[in-house]
């Protein structure tokens, strides 16, 4: 079969699209996705220059999503002094999977020659995520551990190295599956959430076209997730076409049943419906502006303000006494 | 025709593939979504909707990003 636009062999069909393309066709497909998706969400505010630039920290995890992306940023913003990048990896403390891929991450960082921080678990919390797997105080699946830690660190740090924005690498079927779960538990408050916290596009007033943006979080560093409009078989496909050092193990404690399920669901939607994740996507981050400014709207501003406090324990932004983190860490005697 | 599907990290697979089967069905007849895969011809990916011409194929599975 020949690439759509050359005559050379395909090696994929996107059958959302109709199109066959060869490697190269492929791969310059991802970029452009990635770099339409940062424009059209106004990742570059009009106000950043070469003097005053502004940062981005990437989470680094060393998997395919997040090298393929903080490959795609680096080429992109290269040349531009308007944007640094920091790579920022976590490492929570799992034998015979995170040590491989931080060496990914190494790896990669050194290639591309950036900045990398590591940050762990154990130096952080005093916790490693085989321990916590073992006491498992809560009766939890280990990933609502380790969400709550790992965000706890992306946030302080992104915080720390001065970071305008977090970016991460969620592709098109994270993207899908969490949009279909917050629609399917019925969760609007979350959908609304889930717009100004990452999906929504930043303002850019000169635009003038109406359409919703995201609120300004004050106490939180705004996250953005440029690869989402990326299936998630693409992104594996680009760092194999690519030779990127994509670490590609699952995770031993990977255990998160309903989206697995989920998962499972759109990929049986997608063969009989090719273009199933877009639609639901676009669908569903047209509504969460909708109901995003609803909420914005309705809200009783000081009220909101009020409820955002410190953590007693670690300062952190919550709306408890506690946060969840420091609840966490008091159930595991940490 | 046989066909040995090589599925990464797995066991081999002999499926038997009828005259116009594509990669997508011998990924079907192994209980794989050509969305959680890619399949490799002597190293190179190919279409999943194109006619099986080989009599071996390797299978890459996606892995969670984490």
């Known amino acids: ?334 | 025709m046989q066909v040995t599907v090589d599925v990464k990290g797995e066991d081999d697979v002999e499926v038997d593939a009828g005259a116009d089967a594509t990669y997508a069905d011998l990924l079907s007849a192994v209980d794989l979504s050509p969305h959680e895969v890619t399949v490799l011809v002597d190293g190179r990916p190919v279409p999943e909707d194109q006619p099986v011409n080989v009599d071996h194929v390797t299978v890459l599975r996606l892995v969670k990003g984490g």
């Open chain 1, 1 to 334: 079969m020949e690439c759509s636009k050359c005559g050379r062999d395909a090696v994929m069909h996107a059958a959302y699209s109709g199109a066959h393309l060869c490697d190269a066709h492929f791969v310059e497909s991802v970029e452009r996705r990635v770099r339409r998706r940062v424009r059209e969400d106004n990742l570059v505010p009009r106000d950043a220059t070469p003097e005053d630039p502004e940062t981005w920290v990437v989470g680094l995890s060393g998997g395919k999503d997040s090298v393929a992306l903080t490959q795609i940023l680096h080429e992109t913003f290269e040349a531009d002094p308007r944007i640094e990048l920091v790579a920022l990896t976590i490492h929570e403390g799992i034998e015979g999977y995170r040590d491989e891929s931080v060496d990914a991450c190494l790896e990669l960082t050194e290639d591309l020659d950036i900045r990398h921080e590591v940050v762990s678990y154990a130096e952080e919390f005093g916790v490693e995520m085989d321990d916590v797997v073992e006491d498992d105080p809560e009766g939890m699946a280990p990933c609502a551990y380790c969400g709550v830690f790992r965000r706890d660190l992306l946030e302080s740090y992104a915080d720390e190295f001065g970071a305008d924005k977090l970016l991460t690498g969620h592709n098109l079927d994270d993207e899908a599956q969490t949009a279909l779960m917050n629609f399917l538990e019925g969760d609007v408050a979350q959908i609304a959430k889930h717009f100004d916290a990452s999906l929504g596009p930043f303002d850019e007033r000169a635009d003038g076209d109406g359409a919703p943006s995201r609120e300004d979080q004050e106490h939180f560093v705004p996250r953005a997730k440029p690869l989402r409009d990326v299936p998630e078989k693409e992104v594996a496909l680009y760092c194999h076409l690519r030779d990127l050092p994509a670490h590609i193990t699952e995770c031993p404690h990977a255990s998160e049943a309903y989206r697995g399920e989920i998962q499972q669901l759109l990929h049986g939607l997608e063969e009989n419906h090719p273009g199933t994740r877009h639609s639901i996507l676009a669908g569903y981050e047209e509504l969460a502006g909708i109901v995003a400014s609803e909420y914005h709207s309705d809200a009783d501003d000081s009220r909101d303000e009020a409820d955002l406090g410190e953590c007693e324990r670690c300062g952190s932004t919550t709306t408890r006494a506690v946060c969840r983190k420091c609840q966490l860490l008091d159930a595991l005697d940490a």
